[in-house]
């Protein structure tokens, strides 16, 4: 943005997706399952739907707890709005922005291994943690730009850790031939806790400050951080290792 408008950003942006397309269309070859005259897509779905969360308490489980977090976890242009409100001008929000994005990608692979060491419930619960941490300095750090910064830093590394993570615990807890179900019912969970903690955030901040909207997200996160404590002492994670990790 310092050297285009927006609108060339987003033409930019245009090409890499475009070269995604046509590797999709000429590159990859799908393999052709046959079914019984009996098989509807709906029927199949509906069936996997069950299969996945009737009698699979710990994945029923470790929704319910994704889902707690994710009813606070906005997400990042309220730190934009932060860092707007800490003095920095408008033309350099894209170098906050470009800040929690060189911070999720520093942190992902460390994150990766580290879990793999000492398990990905444990991490996640690290990732949770650094998000309540960068939503309380939202409230406390004042009066210095150089604060927009170090909040974007502590904000990307909750992003790194906890979408590198979260999604690497699903396989775990599901049998093989189910993961697809299982992280449809993942992403619909995260999708609606999404829009549901954003619209939240957003309106505690306009309605009744930030304060407010600072409180529901750490209390929401506090929940979830205590559910995965009791999750891990109930399932430790050595009796349902992953069969397959997704970076």
């Known amino acids: ?3 285009i408008d927006i609108r060339g950003i987003f033409l930019l942006s245009l090409i890499p997706g475009a070269i995604a397309v046509l590797i999709l269309i000429f590159f990859v070859k799908e393999v052709v399952v046959k079914r019984s005259s009996s098989y509807t897509p709906q029927s199949i779905m509906l069936s ?5 969360i009737r009698g699979n308490r710990p994945y029923l489980l470790l929704l319910i707890i ?3 977090f994710g009813m606070g976890a906005f997400n990042f242009p309220s730190i934009l709005l932060r860092a707007s409100d800490l003095g920095i001008a408008e033309n350099l929000i894209p170098l906050i922005y470009a800040t929690i994005n060189v911070a999720h990608t520093v942190i992902g692979i460390p994150s990766g291994i580290f879990a793999d060491k000492i398990g990905k419930e444990k991490v996640l619960i690290i990732g949770y943690s650094v998000f309540a941490i960068s939503t309380i300095l939202m409230l406390v750090l004042s009066g210095n730009t150089l604060y927009a910064y170090v909040l974007a830093v502590i904000f990307g590394l909750y992003m790194g850790i906890s979408e590198t993570v979260q999604r690497a615990v699903i396989p775990g807890y599901v049998a093989s031939e189910l993961r697809g179900t299982a992280y449809g019912l993942y992403n ?3 999708g609606t806790t999404f829009f549901v903690a954003n619209v939240a955030f957003g309106f505690l901040w306009d309605n009744y400050g930030l304060t407010a909207a600072v409180s529901y997200s750490v209390i929401t996160a506090i929940a979830a951080v205590s559910g995965m404590f009791m999750f ?3 399932y430790p994670p050595h ?3 992953a069969q397959a990790i997704l970076t």
């Open 1 to 3: 943005m310092q050297v």
């Open 66 to 68: 994704t889902g707690v």
């Open 188 to 190: 619909l969970v995260i």
């Open 232 to 234: 891990i002492r109930k």
């Open 239 to 241: 009796n349902h290792p």
């Open 48 to 52: 996997n739907i069950k299969r996945a």
